[in-house]
C-alpha cells in the first residue's frame, strides 16, 4: 500500500473514532481543509437542519454544531473503510444508537446504518469533501417523537 493510501485511510479512521466518541471541533478541525464541503443527503426540511450542503471555513463548525445540539450518538460502530487510490475516494459504513436532544422529539432513539464518503483530500491528506448517507427518515421521525417502527 502506498504511503498516500495509508495517510488516507488514517486520516478516515481517525475522523470516524472522534466522530464515534462525540470530539470537539479542535480535535476534528484538523482532520478538514480550510473549507471543506459537507453534505448530509435527504430531503431539506427545517425539522433536521442538517440535511444540506455545508461550504467553505464554516461549513465544518455550522454542522457539527447543528449535530452536537439536535443528537447524541452512542455504541457508534465503523466497518473498514475502503479506498479507490485512483480516484482518491474513502468509503466505510457504520451503525450506530441516536438519541434526538430537543424539541417534541426530545430523548426519541433509534439504530441506524450510515456510510461517509471522503474526497477531496489536500497534499496532508485532509478532507476536503464529507458526504453522510444515512436515513433521513427516521432523523425526521425522531424529530417528531416518532420511530419507524412505531404503529398508529
Known sequence: MSTRASLLLQTT???CTLFAHSAPLSAVSPLFTPSPTITEHGPPTPSV????????????EE????LSRLLSISDAAYGEPSLDPEREIVC???RARFTWLEGKGKGTQWEEEFVYVLSGFDELGRVG????????????LASQGRRVDDHD
Do not use: M
Request: no cysteine; charged share 15%.
Open 129 to 140: 469533501v464529507w458526504e453522510v448517507w444515512a436515513d433521513p427518515l427516521s432523523a425526521w
Open 92 to 94: 466505510v459504513k457504520a
Open 13 to 15: 479512521r481517525s475522523l
Open 49 to 60: 437542519p442538517f440535511l444540506r450542503t455545508f461550504s467553505g471555513p464554516g461549513a465544518l
Open 63 to 66: 454542522y457539527l454544531s447543528l
